[in-house]
Structures are given as structure tokens and as C-alpha cells.
């Protein structure tokens, strides 16, 4: 009898798992994040330069909370491989950007089993710190997300994405800003599931990188509408919510850091997200950071929309 109850205790009494301690650590960092965003667009100056083309931006927003996200991951966790859009000089970080908190609600679930055994120095996180940035210089404020993607054994495996701007045009009684999290295995959480209604085909796409490829693919597909927004983030929250049945983008551009937090939120909840060709992303630390083959995701009926492909547009995106 005296095994059966400290065998019990030892259970109730057990620290969460590394990945659960990890995403409850990234949903508050993610959180510090969405404020730093505000505190940039209160102050009035976005701090924007050009990285390497008109529509590659970087404001004072990205600069900040991707150093907030990378120096409060690594400070808790310092076995990672931390991966962040930004190139950015190491310097002495301001104590304000550290965020050392975690959500306690997160870390009342179950760990999927096959993730309890992980080590730290395997994983590899994958940040987008403004994800939209050309939308947020431009005012689009509900296209920008923050992300934060882990990986495991080149998988994307759990994801945190912070809306900084959601609700922020429900008047001001409305809660500003929110945090969905997903693990693979577990499910995903922070937002209300929905699905487009049967036989409805609605395409979200690139705002701002279309192209002759993007256009032929998406006809392709014959669909009933097509929604042009900016952001990987917005485009799965999209799917997630109903919004959209499928995210085509026949085109190179968009990087791991874009799609490692969404695919893992839509894998949790049993979507799928793939090159155009159909193959799977790896997220290993020193895979190219480039998803050459564009991207192609839906929560539902994913075998249509990739069977829809033209192979003209398969031959054209090379891996």
C-alpha cells in the first residue's frame, strides 16, 4: 500500500516535460512580444530599413522582440538552436526585453509521449519576430503575428503565434491581442476551430509577392474566391478559423521561421502543410532557410488542392 501511494506522488509530483516548459516559456515570451509591437507603433517611429528589396522590410519591432525572444529563450534555455530571421550584432540586451515568465495552464497538460525523452540540444527553435512587417509599416495591423516554431528530428512539432493586434478594431472596450499554442499529439489551443462549409473554396495567397506562377496555380484550382493578406501566420490562422479552405504559394520566399510555428499549430489539429510538390519541410538546424518549393496547406482536403497543381508550376519550383 505504501509503494502504491509514493509511486502516486512521485506522478502528481513530477516537473512537466522539457517541451511543455518550453512552449509555456515561448506563450510568455510571445506575450512580452506583443507588447514591445505596441509600445513601437505608441511611440511613432517604426525604425524601418530595407534588408535587401522594397517589399524586405525590418522596423525597430522585428529588431527588438526577436532579440526579447532569442535572449529570454536562451537564457532558460541554453542547450538550443535558436534560428531568428533577423541578422542581428550580439550586444548587451536591455533587462526590459527578458521575459522569464511561463503560462501555469500550459503546463497542467500531458506531454505527448513520444516527446517526454527529448534534450534540449535537440531541438531547434525557428522565430519570426514580425511576421508582415511590410503590413504593419503600412497600418494592416491584423496581418502581423509574432512566431515561435520548435522542431524535433527536422519536425515541426509544437508552435506558439501571438496575434499582437487581434480584436483591435472592435472598439476600445475589447481585449487587444492573443496567444494560440499547438503541440502535435496534444492539440491546439487559443482560438475556436472552425471549417469553411462544404463544397466552398477559398484561397488565401501573398498580399505583396505574387507572381505569373501564384496566379496559374491558384486558377488551377477553380476556387470561389481568392483572399490576398500578408503573413504565414495570418494565412494559418485563416485556415483554422474557417476563413479560408487552402494557403497556395507557388513561389520561393517564404522561410522556415514562417512556416515552423504554423505548420505545427495546423498539424495539431490535423491539417496538413507541404511544398507545392507535396513533399514535407525539415527544420533541422543547418537545413537552407528558403522553402524553394513555395507552400501549400489546407485543415481539409488537402489531396484536391495539391492534385490541382499544375505540373508546369511543380517543374518551375525546384526543392
Request: hydrophobic share 40%; glycine share 8%.
Amino acid at each position: 500500500a505504501y509503494q502504491r501511494v509514493d509511486s502516486l506522488l512521485l506522478t502528481m509530483t513530477s516537473s512537466p516535460s522539457l517541451l511543455l516548459r518550453l512552449v509555456a516559456s515561448s506563450f510568455s515570451i510571445a506575450e512580452k512580444a506583443q507588447s514591445i509591437i505596441h509600445k513601437v507603433i505608441q511611440e511613432g517611429d517604426l525604425g524601418i530599413v530595407e534588408k535587401t528589396a522594397a517589399n524586405d522590410l525590418q522596423t525597430k519591432a522585428d529588431r527588438l522582440v526577436q532579440k526579447s525572444i532569442c535572449s529570454s529563450l536562451a537564457r532558460k534555455f541554453p542547450k538550443l538552436t535558436i534560428i531568428g530571421e533577423e541578422d542581428l550584432p550580439t550586444e548587451e540586451l536591455d533587462g526590459e526585453l527578458i521575459e522569464a515568465g511561463h503560462s501555469e495552464e500550459i503546463l497542467k497538460y500531458v506531454c505527448p509521449a513520444q516527446y517526454n525523452n527529448i534534450k534540449e540540444e535537440e531541438l531547434v527553435v525557428w522565430v519570426d519576430p514580425v511576421d508582415g512587417t511590410k503590413e504593419y509599416t503600412e497600418g494592416l495591423l491584423d496581418h502581423v503575428t509574432v512566431l515561435i516554431g520548435i522542431a524535433y528530428g527536422g519536425k515541426a512539432i509544437a508552435g506558439v503565434i501571438n496575434q499582437p493586434y487581434y480584436n483591435y478594431q472592435a472598439g476600445a472596450d475589447a481585449v487587444l491581442g492573443r496567444t494560440i499554442w499547438g503541440i502535435v499529439g496534444l492539440g491546439a489551443y487559443g482560438f475556436q476551430l472552425k471549417e469553411v462549409p462544404e463544397g466552398k473554396r477559398i484561397i488565401t495567397t501573398t498580399r505583396s509577392h505574387s507572381n505569373q506562377l501564384v496566379n496559374d496555380c491558384i486558377s488551377a484550382m477553380n476556387p470561389d474566391e481568392v483572399i490576398r493578406v500578408g503573413g504565414a501566420g495570418n494565412k494559418i490562422i485563416q485556415l483554422i478559423e474557417g476563413k479560408a479552405s487552402a494557403y497556395v504559394f507557388a513561389s520561393p520566399g517564404c522561410k522556415k521561421w514562417d512556416t515552423c510555428a504554423p505548420e505545427a499549430i495546423l498539424h495539431a489539429v490535423s491539417g496538413k502543410l507541404t511544398d507545392i510538390r507535396g513533399n514535407p519541410f525539415q527544420y533541422q538546424k543547418d537545413v537552407k532557410h528558403m522553402n524553394s518549393a513555395g507552400v501549400l496547406a489546407t485543415l481539409r482536403n488537402y489531396d484536391y488542392y495539391a492534385s490541382r497543381v499544375p505540373d508546369s508550376v511543380k517543374e518551375a519550383l525546384v526543392p
